[in-house]
């Protein structure tokens, strides 16, 4: 299939922040944005390294959009993951492609100049300036050595991770209740909303490359007991849009979705296998020293 142009992708993007009332998720934004590009189920699907199943190319290229746009001052995202129009972006239904590149990589060439990095600001891949210089390009290596740790992990193993990760979330009562069978509830727990409110939860692991379509999240829902509020299925693969919709049918029990890079943020957030070394900046004030 033809690759859809950058310019395109810049405007879905924005065009899906101003349906979603000024404001989204990553997941909202990816939903709506291929929605308004009319791209295939097949499309969607399609990895952006064909070793791995995540992310996939569209997911990939809509999140340099939505930097470029970023850049280009018409969106800014929160510590908390939600992407808003700015005010100059509440007032843009359109941008033209080819000026936001232009215009995001004079700032960036600008960047890497100040860096002394002068020989690399001659590139003229678009695309490949902006993933060496912004800092959200940056995680990407130790992304793909955690995701080959998950998906080559025995299958028990992952749902003992799971486990943890449900502990760690503020869930109670985590059983893994059998071994892996596909199809199957792989356990259950409580989870603890606050001192008055509770949710009884199923939950299925599933550790493998591939797509996890809308069939997986029904069988999951047909073997949850009456007593169960809601599911979640985690897996070290990406959810179909059709396991998305089937997930989020207002006249079926709720079923919760976890992909490969909601879980490698969650097992970073909680420091589970992954730490984070934070880098000193000294700064001098030279006043300081004037005045004393």
Not at 26 to 31: A, G, K, M, T
Not at 106 to 114: D, G, I, P, T, Y
């Amino acid at each position: 299939m033809k690759k859809i142009p950058f310019h395109d992708l810049l405007n879905a993007t924005l065009e899906a922040l101003h349906q979603l009332g000024n404001s989204g998720r990553n997941q909202e934004i990816h939903d709506k944005a291929v929605e308004i590009l009319k791209i295939s189920e097949a499309e969607i699907a399609r990895p952006h390294k064909p070793d791995q199943s995540a992310p996939t190319e569209i997911s990939y290229r809509l999140a340099w959009a939505r930097t470029y746009l970023k850049r280009y001052g018409l969106l800014h995202n929160s510590s908390r993951g939600v992407w808003a129009l700015t005010p100059k972006g509440q007032a843009t239904r359109e941008v033209d492609g080819r000026e936001v590149e232009r215009v995001v990589n004079e700032m960036l060439k600008q960047e890497r100049l100040e860096k002394s990095d002068v020989q690399s600001a001659d590139s003229d891949d678009v695309e490949g300036d902006l993933l060496e210089a912004d800092e959200s390009s940056r995680d990407e290596e130790w992304r793909e050595e955690i995701y080959g740790v998950l998906t080559e992990m025995d299958p028990i193993a992952f749902e003992r991770l799971c486990q943890r990760i449900l502990r760690e979330s503020g869930f109670t009562k985590v059983e893994v209740t059998q071994a892996s069978h596909d199809g199957g509830i792989d356990g259950k727990g409580i989870l603890q909303v606050n001192d008055f409110l509770t949710f009884r939860v199923v939950f299925q692991c599933k550790r493998y490359k591939g797509s996890v379509g809308p069939d997986v999240v029904q069988r999951l829902r047909g073997a949850m007991p009456g007593s169960a509020d809601r599911g979640l299925i985690v897996t070290t693969g990406h959810f179909t849009q059709g396991a998305v919709r089937e997930a989020t049918r207002e006249d079926k029990v709720p079923i919760e979705l976890v992909d490969s890079e909601d879980l490698i943020n969650r097992l970073k957030d909680l420091e589970l296998g992954v730490s984070t070394e934070m880098v000193e900046k000294v700064t001098i004030d030279p006043d300081f020293f004037n005045n004393i």
